[in-house]
């Protein structure tokens, strides 16, 4: 039987600190669950910290929205019986434009705070 590796769930994963981060836990020896709402960059960015580290199926990228409460057992199948030894709350944005509307704001809500806490 294997070595069983140490699992992280990166959120936010795809792009930018969340790969980098993702990248980082892969060197440092874990398995790692990238999670976003775009499959294919998922799917891309998983491909390719498992070859520039040469761990094969190392990462593996499952696209959900996270604020989206039927989405979350994607993530929760993916990683399966097994102990979850890190979480990286990565997922969030940010709103731009004029403050005198609220539009926008419980999208935003549910994206950086119910999605990450």
């Known amino acids: 039987m294997g070595e069983l590796r140490r699992l992280a769930v ?21 398995d790692v669950i990238v ?9 891309s960015t998983a491909r390719r ?18 604020t989206d409460p039927a989405q979350v057992g994607a993530v929760v199948d993916a990683v399966g019986d097994r102990a979850v030894d890190a ?15 609220l539009a926008g704001v419980a999208d935003w809500w549910r994206a950086n705070l119910d999605a990450t806490c």
């Open 10 to 30: 990166v959120s936010g994963g795809g792009t930018g600190i969340g790969a980098s981060v993702a990248h980082g836990l892969v060197i440092d020896g874990f």
């Open 35 to 43: 999670v976003g709402r775009r499959g294919d960059v998922l799917e």
């Open 49 to 66: 910290i498992c070859d520039e580290s040469g761990r094969d199926g190392a990462v593996v990228a499952v696209a959900a929205d996270l």
């Open 87 to 101: 979480v990286v709350n990565n997922a969030g944005g940010y709103l731009s434009g004029s403050t005198d509307s």
